[in-house]
Every structure is written in structure tokens, then in C-alpha cells.
């Protein structure tokens, strides 16, 4: 069974940069879009961005001159860095795995989260 | 940005009810509409993709209905562990876009 285990610093001050890394356990690595979201402190959910194992990205426009995402074949990781951060980045942000056919995509597959606070 | 509004945004109800949550895109997009279950502190639980496929393991009382614009998860009869949070999801284009969740809450 798949498994997705994310982890990455919790408290970051503004203008820092955020890092955080999920690890794909038992499962391929190849045939997906590997996701992060995140989620502000009693409120929706908000699509960061997608990666596949080539390399090829997906970002929200809305935080695109900010964010990348990478990729570790070698690894089964994916990575989200996410530049000058402010407090209104302080959220749950998930990593998920993004499946796709001629008629759907979705996200199966779900880390447990990882809580980031943005202070001074 | 494809917008999508759920109503109500919350809802309370009793065991062995039978609810409706709607979800409406503000264009159309097809049947790509995902439905996510989220209970305190936890993920999000991926119930219904491509509008009306139940994801494996989710019970049958889950189902959804509609396709373009307007979309409806329906509950058959409410068990205790459906108590939670509900979103819908638009996957019809990047950047994916979230409802903005209707609470489910214990009458």
C-alpha cells in the first residue's frame, strides 16, 4: 500500500523559505503527478502545484514566482520550496498523489501534513 | 481560475439521514469533480472521482450526481463516522480549485 511520509522545518520567520520533502513508500513512482496543498489554520484547501517523475511542473499562478517543486527519482521524494514567506503562508501543507485518465484526475493518495507557522 | 461554491456551508443532521451537499463551477467542467472527506486534524479522504466513481473501500451510501456545472453528493443515510468536513474539487484545469467545504455536524 502507498504511503506518503512528509516532513520539513515547522517555524519559519518572514521572508525565510519554506522546505519541505515527501517520500513515496511502496508504491511506483512513475505514472503520477505528485502534489502539495495546503491548508490555512480553519479554512479550504489550496493547490500548490504538481510534479511528475520527469520533472514536468504544474503551478497555482497565484504563488508561481514563489514555489518550485523538484524531484528525486533516485529517492522517490518530491520537494516544495516555497520563497519570502509571510504569515499568511502559515498553514497544514499535504503532499498527495495525483492519478490521471482520459476522463478524471484526482488526489488517492494523502501525507499526514506538516503544520508551518510563519512568525517573528 | 474555475470557481466552485458549495452550499450549505454547513449542515447539521441526524443518524440515518439522508443529505445533499451541492457543488456549482463557474463554467463548465465536465464530469472532472472530485468529492474529499476531512475529519479534524486529518487528510483529506478522497470519497468520488470523475463525478459519480466511488473510490475503493467507500461505502456505497456515498454517491454524487451531475456533470457541467452543478454536481450533488448525497449521503443515503448518515452513519456516525460521517460527521466531518466535505469538499468538492474541479480538475478540469490547472489551478485546481476547492469548494470551500460544508460542514456536516451532529443534530
Known amino acids: 500500500q502507498v504511503q506518503l511520509q512528509q516532513w520539513g522545518a515547522g517555524l519559519l520567520k518572514p521572508s525565510e523559505t519554506l522546505s519541505l520533502t515527501c517520500a513515496v513508500y511502496?508504491?511506483?513512482?512513475?505514472?503520477?503527478?505528485w502534489t502539495w496543498i495546503r491548508q490555512p489554520p480553519g479554512k479550504g484547501l489550496e493547490w500548490i502545484g504538481e510534479?511528475?517523475?520527469?520533472?514536468?511542473?504544474n503551478y497555482n499562478p497565484s504563488l508561481k514566482s514563489r514555489v518550485a517543486i523538484s524531484v528525486d527519482t533516485s529517492k522517490n521524494q518530491f520537494s516544495l520550496q516555497l520563497s519570502s514567506v509571510t504569515a499568511a503562508d502559515t498553514a497544514v501543507y499535504y503532499c498527495?498523489?495525483?492519478?490521471?485518465?482520459?476522463?478524471?484526475?484526482?488526489?488517492?493518495?494523502w501525507g499526514k501534513g506538516t503544520t508551518v507557522t510563519v512568525s517573528s | 481560475d474555475i470557481q466552485m461554491t458549495q452550499s450549505p456551508s454547513s449542515l447539521s443532521a441526524s443518524v440515518g439521514d439522508r443529505v445533499t451537499i451541492t457543488c456549482r463551477a463557474s463554467?463548465?467542467?465536465?464530469?472532472?469533480l472530485n468529492w474529499y472527506q476531512q475529519k479534524p486534524g486529518k487528510a483529506p479522504k478522497l470519497l468520488i472521482f470523475?463525478?459519480?466513481s466511488l473510490q475503493s473501500g467507500v461505502p456505497s451510501r456515498f454517491s454524487d450526481s451531475g456533470s457541467g456545472t452543478d454536481f450533488t453528493l448525497t449521503i443515503s443515510s448518515l452513519q456516525p463516522e460521517d460527521f466531518a468536513t466535505y469538499y468538492c474539487?474541479?480538475?478540469?484545469?490547472?489551478?485546481?480549485?476547492f469548494g470551500q467545504g460544508t460542514k456536516l455536524e451532529i443534530k
Open positions: 511502496g508504491g511506483s513512482f512513475s505514472g503520477y503527478y
Open positions: 470523475a463525478a459519480s
Open positions: 474539487q474541479q480538475s478540469y484545469s490547472t489551478p485546481y480549485t
Open positions: 510534479i511528475n517523475h520527469s520533472g514536468s511542473t
Open positions: 463554467q463548465s467542467i465536465s464530469s472532472y
Open positions: 498527495a498523489r495525483g492519478r490521471n485518465g482520459p476522463t478524471y484526475y484526482y488526489m488517492d493518495v
